[in-house]
């Protein structure tokens, strides 16, 4: 049973609502074990806050097995701070030095507005999915699961667009807050398999027009999305979107 | 013996269903628009029944408590989900499904639900396939398939270690559809406080916006809970940190029976605890024990490096009980005998609280066949090493991630340090053949519902339930109470049921607001799952679990003295949410000791440690217990049993024998 002994200062955004201005407060940790997650850090935090009469920091987690999506901190000027391919649940304290100070904001995107500290308001990524990220399928209609093969490759490939855990750091992580990550995930996904192709274009269209009128900026092809996603979602899927967005327009009114 | 009414249809078993779906009574299209059904949940078992009711043309609102229905907790499954497909041609079958399942829950499970869980499983694969989910597959285009614990068939289906994720993804996505065509309203950042009862039905919820603190009444004809299990009683567990029995509990204190509340399971394959700091435990898929071989040093406090411990000096103790099963017998079975050697001072790490989970043998194995297939028919050791290797990465990648990310070690070079955790409840609210609660008109779908595992739960058939009830089981069943709704409009919500529910509500957050205590919901979040762990955990005694009872009472008493929430109510406060939850697991942990004392044997996830065979394996007594207990809440915080009597008439109940 390790007890840590790193100390670290912590700079931590505090707001108490969407109504108000935030800032960056500083904190003192003490006794950091390495072998501590992000958020079980963030833990000794809060029970020294609320031991000292405090409110603790908000934040967003609940898996802390790196799937659920929900956790969302940017630290040190990246969203789930330094580790490749981690979400901040999965982060842990041997990645950071005693005598640290460690920089901690909310996801920053117009889309995303704060609700309270580092909680952001994520509901835009549902509705684009009610947008049209779905196979119209309805309870009972399917045939043998089997009757449908699919190659190998394609399915692969299907799976690792769909790995995605919509957490926003992609929106997060780019300069104009764009989206085009995430939506083209979904859009890869169905858009592979056989069963997406029936509304494969009318799919792209009102989901991009959906994502459009959330408020998220457009894709300038940098790729701090694909750098930053701690599933590694490729930037190849915004070019196949971006395929079937232009197809669409060439496709007849009926079949959009 | 049974004071409680399951309302099992008549009939042979394998008819049941067809002729209960063929009979019940129906709902017209144009009187569904105007009922309403309440939603509570939006995992596999919530969002599967509030989207499926909506394309029947219900009006349906979800409830949840997370950002996005996306988050519910079914997403961390890793491993699989069963259906009796046989598409292997092992010899699979309904019966075989339903046999294993019955036999694995050690002969606690109701049969007339487990052969419908059977009979609905393989459509659930075909539903999922049809939404676009990215099951595996083999080169040939069709689905693959593994082997989980407690059968002899390979029957899971599977998405690399994230089947959990991908077929969430897809309720959610059906879910989402409703949502968009306006079918379904959705109130996510939501938690149901209490159940609004008129007239001794369920006609709707009192749920608090976490967002703003504001209490809101929702009406419905009907109200389904598929809020999941309650292993967080324990503290440590591998649930979600929110996850909670909230909902359930209030349901439970509005007359919802709790059936089995002693029935936890276990998971052999966890991470260990690294320290005082630890918030939750990470599983380790059981699919790994398709690779994975266990074992500890045959010599006590052995401090060699794992791999410095020559093959004949270990104990592969599972293989050497349990031939036949070998390294895949049930959970609860394995979890036991990780104890046993831990407890017997073969434990390995720091903590001597943990096994090895071993994958060399099988990645050389795995390279081997993959240099055959390259031609190499005679590789030497360091290429079938190398090519395995990259055989068990495609298969549990993510996992063998995930573990060196929490362990800071390489398990691609060193076996895995593992050890039981909590991961499961069986137990929940108590429901009919129909998945009505003792509440008429409120319904429980899922982990939170007690009906179909028995007293231990087999691998990967918890995502098959959870979909089974959602998708094809709940939508039908709820008609035959619907039907006699049509006439009923809907329920202004100032009827002075929800005002009164409302006012509940408000006093339980005021109360907690205004302790302004000393200590903190997680100091007493821990105390409580100490507690548990230690005397209603992996083994129970009757002396351990009357202590139990005595220290959680005064535990709540404490509780509601000393404890300390910041903040105000009408504003987003988690430390109100958390102590809310902390109220009702500490009464539910006390159920939960008082029904694994009343129980006089030892079952599935259930071991008490006066009721044993020579050999350690757990001894039923089937003459006095092959009952459900059904807890009834009574004022103040005490319960009343009800028993419903377990009839075999398809299977011969025997002892479990894995060996």
């Known amino acids: 049973m390790s007890t840590g002994n790193m100390n670290l200062t912590l700079k931590v955004w505090r707001q108490k609502n969407n109504k108000t201005a935030g800032a960056l407060v500083d904190y003192k940790v003490t006794d950091i074990s390495p072998d501590m997650s992000f958020l079980e850090m963030f833990d000794v935090l809060n029970e020294q806050l609320i031991n000292k009469g405090e409110e603790p920091v908000v934040f967003d987690h609940d898996c802390r097995e790196g799937i659920c999506g929900m956790c969302s901190m940017f630290i040190n000027g990246r969203p789930h701070g330094p580790k490749d391919l981690v979400t901040t649940c999965q982060l842990h304290m041997r990645s950071f030095k005693d005598g640290d100070t460690i920089v901690v904001e909310p996801w920053r995107a117009a889309a995303f507005p704060v609700v309270k500290d580092l909680a952001v308001d994520r509901s835009a990524f549902d509705r684009v999915i009610a947008a049209g990220g779905f196979i119209s399928v309805n309870t009972g209609n399917a045939q043998d699961a089997n009757s449908l093969p699919i190659p190998k490759m394609q399915a692969d490939a299907a799976f690792e667009a769909a790995a995605c855990i919509g957490c926003g750091a992609c929106v997060a992580t780019c300069k104009n807050a764009s989206a085009m990550l995430f939506v083209s995930a979904k859009i890869s996904q169905l858009a592979l398999l056989p069963q997406g192709q029936p509304e494969r274009y009318r799919r792209v269209q009102s989901m991009v027009a959906q994502m459009d009128s959330e408020g998220f900026g457009n894709c300038t092809n940098t790729g701090a999305c694909e750098a930053e996603c701690p599933k590694g979602i490729s930037l190849e899927n915004i070019a196949r979107m971006n395929r079937d967005f232009a197809s669409a327009k060439f496709i007849s009114e009926e079949t959009v | ?659």
């Open chain 2, 1 to 659: 013996m049974s004071d409680i009414n399951s309302n099992i249809p008549e009939g042979e078993l394998t008819q049941k269903w067809t002729k209960f779906k063929s009979s019940v009574a129906l709902v017209n299209p144009s009187n569904k628009r105007s009922i309403e059904v309440i939603v509570v949940g939006s995992g596999l078992a919530g969002a599967s029944a509030a989207a499926t009711l909506a394309e029947m043309g219900y009006k349906v609102k979800c409830f949840c408590f997370q950002d996005s229905p996306r988050r519910a907790h079914s997403i961390a499954a890793q491993g699989g989900i069963n259906a009796a497909k046989n598409y292997q041609n092992d010899g699979d079958s309904t019966y075989r499904l339903f046999y294993d399942t019955i036999k694995g829950g050690d002969y606690r499970a109701r049969e007339a639900n487990v052969h419908r869980l059977a009979e609905v499983s393989t459509n659930i694969i075909d539903q999922c396939v049809a939404q676009g989910v990215p099951l595996a597959r083999e080169y040939g285009g069709l689905l693959d398939n593994r082997s989980f614990g407690g059968t002899q068939v390979q029957r899971t289906f599977y998405a690399a270690g994230q089947t959990g994720q991908q077929l969430l993804l897809g309720a959610y996505s059906a879910l989402e559809r409703q949502i968009g065509m306006g079918k379904v309203e959705m109130y996510t950042r939501h938690e149901m406080l209490e159940v609004v009862k008129i007239d001794g039905k369920a006609r709707g919820i009192i749920a608090r916006n976490l967002i703003t603190g504001q209490l809101e009444r929702h009406f419905g004809h009907a109200v389904v809970l598929g809020t999941g299990g309650y292993g967080n009683v324990f503290y440590l567990s591998t649930n979600a940190m929110g996850s909670n029995v909230t909902a359930a509990w209030k349901a439970h204190k509005q007359g919802a029976y709790f059936a089995n509340p002693c029935y936890t399971q276990i998971h052999p394959t966890c991470i260990p605890v690294s320290g005082d700091h630890q918030s939750k435990l990470t599983l380790m898929s059981e699919s790994l024990r398709n690779d994975g071989r266990i074992w500890v040093p045959k010599k006590k406090d052995d401090n060699r490096k794992p791999t410095d411990i020559p093959e004949d000096e270990r104990d592969y103790y599972l293989e050497r009980r349990y031939p036949a099963f070998g390294n895949l017998v049930p959970r609860d079975v394995a979890s036991r005998a990780a104890k046993e050697r831990c407890d017997a001072g073969y434990g390995v790490g720091a903590s001597k609280l943990a096994v090895y989970l071993d994958f060399k043998a099988n990645t050389e194995r795995y390279g081997k066949i993959e240099a055959s297939k390259a031609g190499n028919h005679n590789p030497d050791k360091e290429t079938c090493m190398r090519l395995g290797t990259a055989v068990i990465k495609e298969k549990y990648g993510n996992l063998f991630d995930m573990y060196a990310q929490i362990t800071g070690e390489n398990p691609y070079e060193t076996p895995m340090r593992i050890y039981p955790a909590v991961h499961y409840t069986m137990g929940g609210l108590w429901v009919d053949y129909n998945l009505m609660t003792s509440v008429p008109g409120l319904y429980c779908t899922g982990e939170a519902n007690f009906s179909d595992h028995g007293a231990n739960r087999l691998g990967a058939s918890a995502l098959m339930q959870g979909l089974a009830d959602g998708y094809f089981v709940l939508p039908y069943t709820i008609g035959a109470y619907l039907s006699k709704e049509i006439s009923v409009k809907a329920i202004p919500t100032d009827h002075p049921a929800f005002v009164e529910a409302e006012a509940k509500a408000k006093g339980i957050l005021d109360t907690l607001i205004n302790i302004k205590g000393t200590k903190s919901v997680d100091h007493f979040h821990k105390r409580l799952g100490l507690i548990m762990w230690d005397k209603c955990g992996m083994s129970r005694s009757e002396q351990g679990l009357k202590q139990a009872i005595e220290e959680i009472r005064a535990l709540r008493a404490e509780f509601w003295r000393d404890v300390r929430v910041p903040g105000t109510s009408d504003e987003l406060n988690t430390e109100l949410e958390k102590a809310g939850r902390v109220a009702d697991f500490i009464e539910l942990g006390e159920l939960m000791c008082i029904d694994a004392l009343n129980r006089n044997e030892s079952c599935g996830g259930h071991f008490r440690e006066e009721y044993q065979t020579e050999e350690g394996e757990a001894l039923r007594d089937d003459v006095n217990y092959a009952y459900v207990a059904a807890w009834e809440f009574k004022e103040g915080v005490n319960f009343e049993l009800h028993k419903e009597e377990l009839k075999f008439e398809n299977i011969k109940v025997a002892q479990r024998s894995y060996k």
